[in-house]
T-cell receptor, first 112, second 114 residues
């Protein structure tokens, strides 16, 4: 049983396009996160949501818009994709009671 | 400004010996520390954590040591096994409650030599 799943696993697209990455967790967790791992392998927080409410927004360009339709889902929509958006994006989730975060398998985004 | 640093990008250890991975941090407000393991094309997997009120936490072959005065933590794996070959990330947060972001180091690639 997959705990945190992301689709798609790979995404190749042209500059200027708009794309979405979906994330779902079946762990019953209250908090979900998006992280970006850049070419230097540095994993950095982008957003977190708690029960559909935005908690953390780490000065990410407003081309990135997270959407949480319910507490089990946190999708990431990216407008006007740029070359620098190429990275691996990881979704994660955790309970409120502790900060052990469970990560999805990642989505490798390549912008040409 | 990188608040969590793993200064060794790679480490090779003979199977059966001890692997020691190091991590340094600069933010004295960090209160909770975690180690994650990552295989290629997979997401990071939680290994072990430690609260700032402790200096050691052990779970099977994995032990994490925390030296708050030096702002340093280390992960010991003993004995090392081939399946331990992976990238290990150190992470820190301001508390051990959910909602807190994790600040990650850049990782250390551990290779266990059979």
């Amino acid at each position: 049983d997959t705990a945190v799943s992301q689709t798609p696993k790979y995404l190749v697209t042209q500059m200027g396009n708009d794309k979405s990455i979906k994330c779902e967790q079946n762990l019953g967790h209250d908090t979900m996160y998006w992280y970006k791992q850049d070419s230097k392998k540095f994993l950095k927080i982008m957003f977190s949501y708690n029960n559909k409410e935005l908690i953390i927004n780490e000065t990410v360009p407003n081309r990135f818009s997270p959407k949480s339709p319910d507490k089990a889902h946190l999708n990431l929509h990216i407008n006007s994709l740029e070359l620098g958006d190429s990275a691996v994006y990881f979704c994660a989730s955790s309970r409120l009671a502790d900060n052990e975060q469970f990560f999805g398998p990642g989505t490798r985004l390549t912008v040409l | 400004d990188q608040q969590v640093k793993q200064n060794s990008p790679s480490l090779s250890v003979q199977e059966g010996r001890i692997s020691i991975l190091n991590c340094d941090y600069t933010n004295s407000m960090f209160d909770y520390f975690l180690w994650y393991k990552k295989y290629p094309a997979e997401g990071p997997t939680f290994l072990i954590s430690i609260s700032s009120i402790k200096d050691k936490n052990e779970d099977g072959r994995f032990t994490v040591f925390l030296n708050k005065s030096a702002k340093h933590l280390s992960l010991h794996i003993v004995p090392s096994q081939p399946g331990d070959s992976a990238v290990y990330f150190c992470a820190a947060s301001l508390s051990n409650f959910g909602n807190e972001k994790l600040t990650f180091g850049t990782g250390t690639r551990l290779t266990i030599i059979p």
